[in-house]
């Protein structure tokens, strides 16, 4: 799946301008979310492969910076993938550093896939083009990055309870997202509950809206500001 996506996004950027602004990271041009996307695989891949306990600093990556030559460049973003993948199996399940603190190497894995989707959505939309995925995994994306969010205390406010529900058939419970924050603090699971602020739609616009790439595809229902919160402070 990592590959996949890696290589889908590749694909998007092949065809495209470098110079094209990306409306979704303001400041950003697609050559800079390409540098980002292939350098963070190198990151991540040399975290894993040194069994680092604490971050890197990005400019040690090495091989961080891309060829100049466009083929060249889509296979230097391809190969930071792959050794992601090299590197776990060859750590196995020892624990590395990520942003939760430490977990077993494995864990980088689905967060770089869903970082690949999401930046892959921002290169579709600034060329106008499609943007399609799996109803599963754009699901899985929703339910990552509400932990990840939730595991570093971002989120809602205290007393404020959220409820997301996919509208795609054949995903059962784990189409169903509640994010409550009470006196225990903020926690999430796969439940149908009522929040404050119900948020219904495809699991994919629920992911391209929970990442605050576009929100038009989704139906808000009750306290808006719940949902206001939610995206102020959970910037992807």
Known sequence: ??????????????QADPSTP??????WTLNKLFRHVGRGNRWCATIISERLTEP??????????????????????????????DAVDHVGSQKVWTFLGPRPAGWWVRRRVHEQTVHRADADLAVGAEFTLPVELAADGVSEWIELSTARGHGLAPGQRLHLHATDDGLGPTGEWLVVHDEDGLAWSHAHAKGDAAVRGPALNLLLAITRRRTDGVEVLGDTAVWDDWLTNTPF
Do not use: S
């Open 1 to 14: 799946m990592l590959l996949e996506q890696t290589e889908l996004f590749g694909e998007v950027i092949r």
């Open 56 to 85: 890197l600093d990005p400019r040690d990556v090495p091989d961080g910076k891309p060829p100049e030559d466009l083929d060249a460049a889509i296979d230097w973003l391809n190969a930071g993938a792959q050794l992601i993948l």
């Open 22 to 27: 990306v409306g979704t990271c303001p400041g």
